[in-house]
């Protein structure tokens, strides 16, 4: 698990100063896991993985405690269900405080309590008091001076704003103002920030083709496929920066100009169902990738640059008691085991994944290929092409599933990788495509994996040593050979057993 640090999560402080000080990107932790952690091991884990920043999405004792002298920047929730009691007693919400933040301070460093979740979109009724609910928790931080340590705020849905394109346009949801004015208001007056949800993924797929893949996954675009605000002549390259300029664009809207936004949720899920064909392993670590990589450039938006926007990517884990489709269990970086989804893949300056170094990269099937293609291309690679195509028999580790696309893959990884990763070696008349995501699974290991594995290895095993335990090539050429050959597979399977934690 070591192997996969995410050393990326860079330490910051309050976003109140997002101008003058470093964005940094938090992970949200949610619990419907049916082999959840404990709390030692989530924090064992973040730790590992230099995580600075984490929201709750409750208060929970032991997960509290858990996160205390660890210096971890820590977000509290108070659940919608516990909104309506706090709201309308300011004795309830001290007696919350008291026993969901002072109990654990300053030990566990608590920055943050959201109240409630998208409460104006899910739970409606408890509107009316949202707003005193909030009050009333920061009079009770204030009257222990915790008042301009812990900030006290709401993540809204930015389906609350309407009209979001372009971003100058932008509105709140007008049913809400009586709400979002006094919101806004006491914001401004603590000090605080704008909580929002964006999520460029539900976007995309409500857009019905009006919005690109590209420009949901902050890929490069060519000038005249950005986004312009014809009001503005602001140019927009990503779904992102445009939902943060309308949330900006829609304060400002009803008079507020410089209260900033933190982004509490963001993500992308790297599975769904059928009709979900972009919930993709590929999608899921180039948007993630991307999104950390332009929240840690504190490049702000094109209303705001160079103004950070934190962000806590969601999620942490892979949720699969969720309700709903395949992919409202699919947001998580890692599994119950702490085993990463995916390596995401960064570049440039900073603290960086540690696996990045190897710049791996595997040669696969391009999704949607003419089968007809991919079956000749198949045979050229276990033909002429000489890959070792044994393992894709019946009965052996990569036969299943057996479909061509699948063997494709394995055959053409492994040509790819025994050229070198040459350019032109992974286009196969067009029916590949190069991945940052490993395509192995269960006990069939492709070859990139295993040069991974054998390099990172040497974490544990030194290759020096390992050379000096066998003989010098001058006294026995042959031997020594098979001997390097039998230490790099000794290496490669020790490797393997510390990711899966069997060793």
């Not at 902050?218 to 002549?233: G, S």
């Not at 295993?450 to 031997?479: G, H, I, N």
């Amino acid at each position: 698990m070591g192997l996969f640090l995410l050393a990326l999560f860079l330490m910051a402080f309050s976003a109140t100063c997002a101008d003058e000080e470093a964005a940094f990107i938090g992970v949200n932790i949610g619990t419907a896991l049916s082999d959840m952690p404990d709390p030692t091991q989530v924090v064992a884990l973040l730790k590992s993985q230099q995580i600075q920043h984490v929201r709750l999405f409750d208060a929970d004792r032991a997960m509290l405690l858990a996160l205390a002298n660890t210096g971890i920047h820590v977000t509290v929730s108070v659940p919608n269900d516990q909104l309506l009691g706090i709201g309308q007693s300011n004795s309830t919400a001290a007696n919350w405080v008291s026993r969901n933040v002072l109990a654990y301070v300053p030990a566990t460093n608590i920055t943050a309590i959201a109240v409630g979740s998208e409460v104006l979109t899910t739970l409606p009724n408890a509107a009316p008091v949202l707003v005193s609910a909030m009050s009333f928790i920061h009079s009770a931080l204030v009257a222990s001076n915790l008042g301009s340590h812990i900030k006290v705020s709401t993540p809204h849905s930015s389906s609350v704003i309407l009209d979001p394109f372009p971003p100058s346009q932008a509105f709140f949801n007008r049913t809400w103002e009586p709400v979002m004015v006094p919101l806004l208001k006491f914001l401004q007056s603590t000090d605080s920030y704008l909580m929002l949800n964006v999520y460029p993924y539900y976007d995309y797929m409500k857009a019905s083709g009006a919005i690109s893949l590209d420009y949901a996954l902050f890929r490069p675009l060519l000038p005249t496929k950005e986004a312009v605000d014809l009001n503005t002549l602001l140019h927009y390259t990503n779904v992102f920066d445009a939902v943060v300029d309308a949330a900006y664009f829609a304060t400002s809207y009803l008079n507020f100009t410089n209260i900033p936004v933190v982004v509490t949720e963001s993500g992308w899920p790297s599975k769904g169902d059928s009709s979900e064909p972009d919930a993709t392993l590929d999608n899921a670590n180039t948007y993630n990738s991307n999104l950390i990589r332009h929240i840690l450039n504190n490049t702000g938006t094109p209303k705001h640059p160079g103004i950070a926007v934190s962000t806590y990517i969601y999620e942490l884990y892979n949720e699969d008691l969720r309700p709903g489709p395949v992919s409202e269990k699919n947001w998580g970086l890692f599994d119950g085991n702490g085993m990463p989804v995916y390596i995401l893949r960064l570049t440039g300056s900073g603290t960086v994944l540690a696996n990045d170094t190897t710049n791996q990269t595997y040669c696969v099937a391009r999704e949607g290929a003419d089968k007809k293609m991919l079956q000749a291309a198949l045979d050229w690679a276990c033909g002429p092409g000489k890959v070792d195509c044994s393992p894709l028999l019946q009965g052996q580790p990569c036969y299943e599933p057996d479909t061509v696309a699948s063997h494709a893959s394995y055959a053409f990884d492994a040509y790819y990788h025994r050229m070198a990763m040459g350019e032109g070696t992974c286009n196969f008349n067009g029916v590949a495509t190069i991945t940052t995501t490993d395509p192995s699974h269960a006990s069939c290991i492709f070859s990139g994996r295993l040069l991974l594995l054998s390099s990172l290895s040497y974490k544990f095993f030194s290759a020096s040593v390992l050379e000096e335990m066998a003989p010098s090539q001058t006294q026995q050429p042959l031997l020594h050979q098979l001997i390097l050959q039998f230490l790099v597979v000794i290496r490669v399977l020790c490797a393997e057993k510390i990711f899966t934690g069997t060793l």
